[in-house]
């Protein structure tokens, strides 16, 4: 569905936020009260053969729709995000490559992160704050970094600095720094195949700048930083859509990014989980921001918890957080 200024706030969210606000929040491995099948149904995973050396997992049947990537070297292989976890994506891996796997999370949000330590190579973007939420090689989550209501643990294997290269063998992968969604957020950049893979920098139903730690000016700075290294010209992949992102669509969100910093674009208040919010649309493209309040979705209960956008009056009356 593309937004567009005829539909009403309630319509909006409830046809497509209510399945995507998802995949910036939602998609956490399975908690203890959750089933844990081994076994996921027929065609949960859909992979997409985008080269010889390049698939796209995607989760389709999973109401948030991540899409993790597999990058293919002579030498390892690059997973970049585990999915949300309710069926382990190792299986799936395992049939394409028998090469080692390296693992690196977009950021730390739980629907990329499930069932991580399942891999026993595991990097993370190299930052001070992530390094002092490690003891004994175990990195561990508050649940405002994870957003469930639980801490989460990920055995880390080493540290990757931000423009570090990664040789996969015949294949040279840039790891780059991207804050934004959140301040752990990472994208890579694979120059001998001109694509990029940008987690949750910018998602093509809606982009969630009201979690902890998001922010608007340094999701710009970004966006700008990226079409430096790519000199605006590659194909940007994200993880929650199938469908790619043009460098064309990445400036407009860029303009429309700057265009809400400066106040030169208007915006449509609603209310989601209790917390009051602002929705600006550049183009097709919804961005959720905070209002004046900068209040900031809390963790959610379980990776079943839906989150039903209502009306901004509906905030007056409901617990804030």
Same mark, same amino acid.
Not at 20 to 39: D, F, H, K, Q, Y
Not at 59 to 81: C, H, I, M
Not at 93 to 111: A, C, E, K, Q
Not at 167 to 185: A, F, K, N, Y
């Given at each position: 569905?593309?937004?567009?200024?005829?539909?009403?706030?309630?319509?909006f969210?409830l046809?497509?936020?209510?399945?995507?606000?998802?995949?910036?929040?939602?998609?956490?491995?399975?908690?203890?009260s959750?089933?844990?099948p081994?076994?996921p149904?027929?065609?949960?995973f859909?992979?997409?053969?985008l080269?010889?050396?390049?698939?796209?997992? %995607?989760? *389709?049947?999973?109401?948030?729709a991540? $899409? !993790?990537?597999?990058?293919?070297?002579? +030498? #390892?292989a690059?997973?970049? &995000?585990?999915?949300?976890g309710?069926?382990?994506?190792?299986?799936?891996?395992?049939?394409?490559?028998s090469?080692?796997?390296?693992?690196?999370?977009?950021?730390?949000?739980?629907?990329?992160?499930?069932?991580?330590?399942?891999f026993?190579?595991?990097?993370?973007?190299?930052?001070?704050?992530?390094?002092r939420?490690?003891?004994?090689?175990?990195?561990?989550?508050?649940?405002?970094?994870y957003l469930?209501?639980?801490?989460?643990r990920?055995?880390?294997s080493?540290?990757v600095?931000d423009?570090?290269?990664i040789?996969?063998?015949?294949?040279?992968?840039?790891?780059v %720094?991207? *804050?934004?969604h959140t301040?752990?957020? $990472? !994208?890579?950049f694979?120059?001998?195949? +001109? #694509?990029?893979?940008t987690? &949750?920098?910018?998602?093509?139903?809606?982009?969630?700048?009201?979690v902890?730690?998001s922010?608007?000016?340094?999701?710009?700075?970004?966006?700008?930083?990226?079409?430096?290294?790519?000199?605006?010209?590659?194909?940007?992949y994200?993880?929650?859509?199938?469908?790619?992102?043009?460098?064309a669509?990445?400036?407009?969100?860029?303009?429309?990014?700057?265009?809400?910093l400066?106040?030169?674009?208007?915006?449509?208040?609603?209310?989601?989980?209790?917390?009051?919010?602002?929705?600006?649309?550049i183009?097709?493209?919804?961005?959720?921001?905070p209002?004046?309040?900068?209040?900031?979705?809390p963790?959610?209960?379980?990776?079943?918890?839906?989150?039903?956008?209502?009306?901004?009056?509906?905030?007056?009356s409901?617990?804030?957080?």
């Amino acid at each position: 569905m593309t937004p567009t200024g005829r539909h009403s706030i309630a319509a909006f969210f409830l046809a497509c936020i209510s399945t995507l606000i998802l995949a910036c929040l939602c998609g956490a491995s399975p908690t203890p009260s959750e089933p844990n099948p081994v076994v996921p149904p027929q065609d949960w995973f859909h992979v997409i053969r985008l080269d010889s050396d390049t698939y796209a997992l %995607s989760e *389709p049947k999973y109401w948030q729709a991540n $899409v !993790s990537y597999l990058l293919l070297g002579t +030498r #390892r292989a690059l997973l970049f &995000d585990t999915g949300p976890g309710i069926y382990s994506i190792r299986d799936v891996v395992r049939g394409l490559t028998s090469l080692p796997v390296t693992v690196i999370p977009s950021h730390l949000h739980f629907d990329h992160v499930g069932r991580i330590a399942e891999f026993s190579d595991i990097a993370i973007i190299d930052l001070e704050t992530l390094r002092r939420q490690v003891k004994n090689g175990i990195l561990t989550e508050p649940p405002t970094q994870y957003l469930l209501q639980s801490e989460y643990r990920i055995p880390v294997s080493r540290w990757v600095k931000d423009r570090e290269i990664i040789d996969l063998g015949g294949r040279r992968i840039t790891v780059v %720094s991207t *804050p934004g969604h959140t301040p752990e957020s $990472v !994208s890579l950049f694979d120059p001998s195949h +001109r #694509r990029l893979f940008t987690g &949750d920098l910018v998602n093509r139903e809606v982009s969630l700048l009201n979690v902890p730690g998001s922010d608007l000016q340094q999701t710009l700075r970004s966006l700008h930083e990226l079409a430096r290294l790519t000199q605006g010209r590659d194909l940007a992949y994200e993880a929650h859509s199938e469908k790619n992102l043009t460098p064309a669509e990445l400036r407009l969100v860029a303009r429309g990014i700057d265009d809400i910093l400066h106040e030169r674009i208007s915006s449509q208040r609603f209310c989601l989980y209790g917390v009051p919010a602002l929705r600006y649309d550049i183009g097709a493209f919804p961005i959720v921001v905070p209002d004046a309040s900068d209040q900031r979705l809390p963790p959610l209960p379980s990776a079943t918890t839906r989150l039903e956008p209502t009306d901004a009056p509906s905030c007056r009356s409901t617990k804030t957080h």
